[in-house]
């Protein structure tokens, strides 16, 4: 499966962002689907995940209440809407897509065997 994420970009604090990843190639449905992030000399970390069914919605400490992740499966797509970002949410942004058939959605990075590219989300102060 390809995965394509966009929607990052450069704002202020405080303002909202919307990611996209579009999959393709792929039956999507089958997959829970991850949101990651890794700023400059950081581990990539999780950020957000979603169930196959979109069920189950599971988020890092540092995204609750700001962040909602969320699916549509007839469009083959993944969303994370991002709200009141801080400059600590600077990072490149990668979905990931898990194939393995696991009961619960990871939040390990190493889980997931299909990665977007990346999209820069830059917060500015």
């Known amino acids: 499966v390809q995965l394509q994420a966009s929607g990052g970009g450069l704002v202020q604090a405080g303002d909202s962002l919307r990611l996209r990843c579009a999959a393709s190639g792929g039956t999507f449905s089958s997959y829970h689907m991850g949101w990651f992030r890794q700023a400059p000399e950081k581990e990539r970390e999780f950020v957000a995940g979603i169930s196959r069914s979109g069920a189950y919605i599971g988020y890092a400490d540092s995204g609750k209440g700001r962040f909602t992740i969320s699916r549509d499966n007839a469009k083959n797509t993944v969303y994370l809407q991002m709200n009141g970002l801080k400059p600590d949410d600077t990072a490149v942004y990668y979905c990931?897509?898990?194939?393995?058939?696991?009961?619960?959605?990871?939040?390990?990075?190493?889980?997931?065997?299909?990665w977007g590219q990346g999209t820069q989300v830059t917060v500015s102060s």
């Open positions: 990931a897509a898990d194939s393995n058939r696991a009961l619960v959605v990871s939040h390990q990075p190493n889980v997931y065997d299909y």
